[in-house]
T-cell receptor
Framework: QKEVEQDPGPLSVPEGAIVSLNCTYS??????FMWYRQYSRKGPELLMY????GNKEDGRFTAQVDKSSKYISLFIRDSQPSDSATYLC??????????FGAGTRLTVKP | KAGVTQTPRYLIKTRGQQVTLSCSPI?????VSWYQQTPGQGLQFLFE???????NKGNFPGRFSGRQFSNSRSEMNVSTLELGDSALYLC???????????FGEGSWLTVV
């Protein structure tokens, strides 16, 4: 079993839809959780950064962490074609040596 | 403020050769880490350097090595290249261990 599990998709939604992306993990020591967005042939770009459990909102993006269930989510409201990318979850115990999910490829169709 | 800069962006090497990739972190960042990204394995941690010292190392063979200079710039080297080393190599920097990391655009390595 991988330390971090993420459904690779692909996920296709119409413009304006709410997108839900998820990761599960097995290491209970993880306490730093991040979501990165990666466009084709580009480096990952940090979207959301969360410490421990709880919710964090930034514009159309909301990150949720449920440490009791070892489950994290990223919600994208009012999705746009420009949101089409691969979304990677990442987590670590000490904010170093991060473990990444496989990435979910998202396409938002106009 | 300039981001993380990686060179070269694209390169093609032959099996058995060696390659050196370079990374200039964000100004003021002293910690640099390297990752390998492939379609099959995803993003995998290679190693991390802080103040010229390797702090962490991932599960890669000794053919993969790195170093950091006094100006925080870092290089990674892969010797005796294999076809499976074809990947996107990403460098990331952070002000100090424990802070958010920022990635460069990556170096695309193709081994033929």
């Amino acid at each position: 079993q991988k330390e971090v599990e993420q459904d690779p998709g692909p996920l296709s939604v119409p413009e304006g839809a709410i997108v839900s992306l998820n990761c599960t993990y097995s290491n209970s020591a993880f306490q730093y959780f991040m979501w990165y967005r990666q466009y084709s042939r580009k480096g990952p770009e940090l979207l959301m950064y969360t410490y421990s459990s709880g919710n964090k909102e930034d514009g159309r993006f909301t990150a949720q962490v449920d440490k009791s269930s070892k489950y994290i989510s990223l919600f994208i409201r009012d999705s746009q074609p420009s949101d089409s990318a691969t979304y990677l979850c990442a987590m670590s115990a000490n904010n170093n040596d991060m473990r990444f999910g496989a990435g979910t490829r998202l396409t938002v169709k106009p | 403020k300039a981001g993380v800069t990686q060179t070269p962006r694209y390169l093609i090497k032959t099996r058995g050769q060696q390659v050196t990739l370079s990374c200039s972190p964000i100004s003021g960042h002293r910690s640099v880490s390297w990752y390998q990204q492939t379609p099959g394995q995803g993003l995998q941690f290679l190693f991390e350097y802080f103040s010229e010292t390797q702090r962490n190392k991932g599960n890669f063979p000794g053919r993969f090595s790195g170093r950091q200079f006094s100006n925080s710039r870092s290089e990674m080297n892969v010797s005796t290249l294999e076809l499976g080393d074809s990947a996107l190599y990403l460098c990331a920097s952070t002000a100090s261990p424990g802070n958010t990391i920022y990635f460069g655009e990556g170096s695309w390595l193709t081994v033929v």
